[in-house]
């Protein structure tokens, strides 16, 4: 008898049981060098621990339920009272209670707390980015609630609680609890200054009555939420003020927080994106009136940096799909991985990859220290590798689903999902054009912040004359600052790249570094992937970025 006509032959199996970080080279590297060695075998463990979860096929399989099934809209309960809540499918509490449980948004006040943090959020973007979104945003606004000593006293140990608690109730009567921001409105976008929402004052001082909508407002299911209104106080200064609407009240009623409708994204299915109005809607208010931008941009900075993080990881898990398919693969007589075209190509994506890695843990161990020099360096550093890191991640994302030829192209491989999440970081918390014009604003206003970064990238000078000639070069376009607005995003990438050549100069391996210097500041390379010089040792570029112990 014939041999069958469906035996399966040359496809790769799938890239499930492995530990996502402690395969990721890069990754372990950038955490054990920030953190104090007293803390890198618990480090290890705990990060370890969430990155074999991330790589087993339970939790996979739970992110590709998540994302087939989104969140619904239930305006209504069936005798037609108002409710405005959103219903998910239970891989989406599986996967966000898992994320809580993992201490994802609980960085501040632990020990080195912000890198540890950083390299589990890195880690579970790679199985699904949309439960990091309530993640990210309740891990940021501690900071903004510490303006109000009283509002972080009562709030602060929920957000930070390993605690998931799905239910709608009154927050004091829940161990632990997720919070969300509303800023954005329709007719402003970015430009909050143009929001129309206000809050006219109540009898009990710090509390308002909220009247307008927001644009956007993702995870809806939230116990919280930081907002941005007028305030209209006869007595108070007024203006642009930060506020905390809960989602239930004390007394256990619901607090008017009307969902209009959820968006239908691109990407990020599994998580609710939703228009909200506000009509009588209660709220306290966070810090001072007219200060609302001031509140609440450290929430904004931290969220950036999450932005960095989430696409550092979809790059990570892009990279380390093409490998492991290049890997099994045969074409041509031989191994994809071990054809020169393939190889440079992988070589390159995997250059791009880790130094948003060791970028992005830059920021987060700068978070750590809390000095003035490393909060200044931040000032600069965190909007250029928002603005930077996650114009790359789109580009990544779709070379290496190249490699997979057209299995990339289909559904189950996880491919597409991850191409339609890849622009998302980019427009959160801040297109290109804002963060570029940050950078900017940095360099104009607060002299103390080019001086940090200056000092942190010399630390590699001397090592790399290509980073010197790019260190040049900055500083030659940083001579005459007229007329720069139109060239910001020129600066913001050259601030970005610049960077992250100096960190794989001092801490990369020397294939790495040799190749990153030669392709993005020495003019060595292609505006495409795959056109890395020839003679640098790209086959160990590869070996390292491989998914395996």
């Not at 590297?29 to 096929?57: M, N, Y």
């Not at 407002?217 to 106080?233: H, I």
């Not at 360099?443 to 942190?456: C, D, F, M, T």
């Amino acid at each position: 008898m014939a041999g069958s006509t469906h035996t399966v032959t040359n496809q790769p199996p799938p890239l499930t049981g492995y530990d996502v970080y402690g395969t990721d080279q890069a990754l372990v590297e950038a955490v054990e060098r920030h953190l104090d060695p007293a803390l890198i075998d618990e480090a290890r463990g705990e990060l370890s621990a969430l990155g074999r979860a991330a790589g087993s096929a339970q939790v996979q399989e739970w992110a590709v339920q998540a994302d087939e099934h989104p969140p619904k809209l239930r305006s209504h309960d069936r005798h037609g009272h108002r409710i405005d809540e959103v219903e998910f499918h239970p891989a989406w509490h599986r996967l966000l209670g898992k994320g809580v449980g993992a201490r994802l948004t609980a960085a501040w006040g632990r020990p080195s707390g912000h890198v540890r943090r950083a390299a589990g959020f890195l880690v579970w973007t790679q199985v699904d980015a949309g439960n990091c979104c309530p993640l990210s945003m309740t891990h940021a606004a501690v900071p903004a609630l510490r303006t109000d000593p009283e509002l972080a006293a009562e709030w602060e140990p929920r957000l930070t609680s390993a605690i998931y608690d799905r239910e709608l109730r009154p927050a004091r009567s829940k161990a632990g609890a997720l919070f969300g921001m509303g800023m954005t409105e329709k007719q402003g976008g970015s430009d909050v200054r143009a929001n129309t929402t206000v809050a006219a004052p109540l009898a009990e001082d710090g509390t308002y009555e909220l009247t307008g909508h927001k644009w956007f407002c993702s995870a809806p299911m939230s116990d919280g939420f930081l907002v941005l209104a007028r305030a209209t106080s006869a007595q108070g200064a007024g203006g642009l003020t930060c506020f905390l609407v809960p989602r239930v009240l004390e007394d256990g009623t619901r607090n008017v927080f009307r969902l209009q409708r959820l968006k239908d994204k691109l990407g990020n299915r599994s998580n609710a994106s939703s228009e909200v109005e506000f009509d009588g809607t209660w709220a306290r208010r966070v810090g001072e009136e007219g200060r609302g931008v001031r509140t609440i941009i450290d929430m904004v900075a931290a969220t950036r940096v999450d932005c960095v993080l989430g696409s550092a990881g979809l790059m990570r898990q892009a990279v380390a799909q093409a490998i492991h398919h290049c890997t099994y693969r045969e074409a041509f007589g031989g191994k994809l991985v071990d054809k020169p075209l393939m190889r440079n190509v992988l070589a390159d994506l995997a250059l791009e990859s880790e130094a948003a890695t060791a970028l992005a843990l830059r920021l987060a161990a700068a978070y750590d220290d809390g000095g003035e020099q490393e909060r200044a360096l931040l000032r600069i550093a965190v909007p250029a590798a928002k603005y930077w890191v996650t114009k790359r991640c789109a580009p990544v994302a779709v070379e290496a689903s190249e490699c997979l030829g057209g299995n990339g192209y289909v559904e189950e491989s996880g491919m597409p999902r991850l191409v339609r999440e890849s622009p998302l970081n980019s427009v959160w918390e801040g297109a290109g054009n804002v963060q570029a014009l940050d950078v900017l604003r940095a360099l104009q206003r607060e002299p103390q912040a080019l001086n940090a970064y200056l000092q942190e990238v010399g630390r590699a000078r001397g090592a790399d004359h290509r980073l010197d000639g790019a260190i040049k070069g900055l500083l030659t376009d940083l001579a005459d600052l007229d007329g720069a607005e139109g060239r910001a995003r020129r600066l913001a990438e050259r601030f970005a790249l610049v960077l992250q050549g100096a960190l794989l100069v001092r801490f990369g391996p020397p294939e790495v570094a040799d190749a990153f210097c030669a392709s993005r500041l020495g003019g060595d390379g292609g505006a495409a992937f795959g056109t890395l010089p020839h003679t640098l040792d790209l086959a160990s570029i590869v070996e390292r970025a491989a998914p395996r112990s």
